[in-house]
């Protein structure tokens, strides 16, 4: 069995490019795949948003769509960059995504999915409560759901416990941001490198499998 670490950030637009390649290494039997949010659009790392800033993310995101073929809509465009009333952070999003991992692990890669989708492609603001509430109900995570909505001792422990041990992962092997995976078999862990997981997720599969 290969331990995979994923680290990533759930407004990241390069981690929204590598979904297919998580998706695959998901359902692969041979990997287990660990979820680390890294909290870098969270707190300090959280901004407004504005027309430089939105004008710098649809340049990029243009750039990772044409790479991967993940698609960033123009109502992305309209009413998420656009809406210089909302902040970017990814604060809130990361809080839902610890919610389902401690309700429902497994469905954890699904959820991430459907929080990407419903920014990148719908067009909704996912640092916002009410609607991750929302998203979570319509997959029918109402536990995880009833959670975000009244966050415990026990949820900010967990989400906490997470991004410091994605921060000393990324720290321990020198990784500069997001997406970051790390592969660990019989205890010997290792950085891989990225690249493909955007290009070829397929690629990327039989890389870590023939590790």
């Known amino acids: 069995m290969r331990d995979l ?3 990533f950030d759930p407004l990241c637009g390069w981690c929204y490019g590598a979904g297919p390649a998580v998706t695959a290494l998901a359902a ?7 979820l680390l949010p890294s ?3 969270a707190g300090e790392g959280a901004r407004p948003m504005n027309a430089e800033f939105a004008a710098y993310a649809w340049s990029n995101d243009q750039r990772i769509e044409r790479l991967t073929g993940q698609v960033f809509s123009e109502r992305y465009r309209s009413e998420v960059l656009a809406n210089h009333q909302q902040m970017f952070d990814s604060g809130p999003a990361t809080f839902a995504l610890t919610a389902v991992a401690l309700t429902e692990p497994s469905r954890e890669v ?4 459907a929080l990407q989708q419903a920014r990148y492609v719908d067009g909704m603001d996912i640092s916002d409560i009410d609607s991750l509430q929302a998203i979570l109900g319509r997959l029918r995570l109402t ?7 009244r966050p415990d001792a026990a949820l900010v422990e967990a ?3 997470r991004l ?16 970051t995976f790390i592969l660990q078999i019989d205890g010997q862990a ?4 990225s690249s493909a997981a955007f290009s070829d997720p397929h690629g990327f599969l039989e890389q870590v499998l023939a590790a």
């Open 28 to 34: 692969h039997a041979d990997v287990q795949l660990h």
């Open 5 to 7: 670490y994923y680290i």
């Open 190 to 193: 290792r950085l891989l490198p």
């Open 164 to 179: 410091h041990q994605a921060r000393q992962l990324m720290q321990q092997f020198g990784a500069r941001g997001v997406p």
């Open 159 to 161: 989400n906490n416990r």
């Open 110 to 113: 699904e959820a991430l999915k």
């Open 39 to 41: 909290g870098l659009f």
């Open 143 to 149: 536990d995880a759901a009833a959670r975000l909505a």
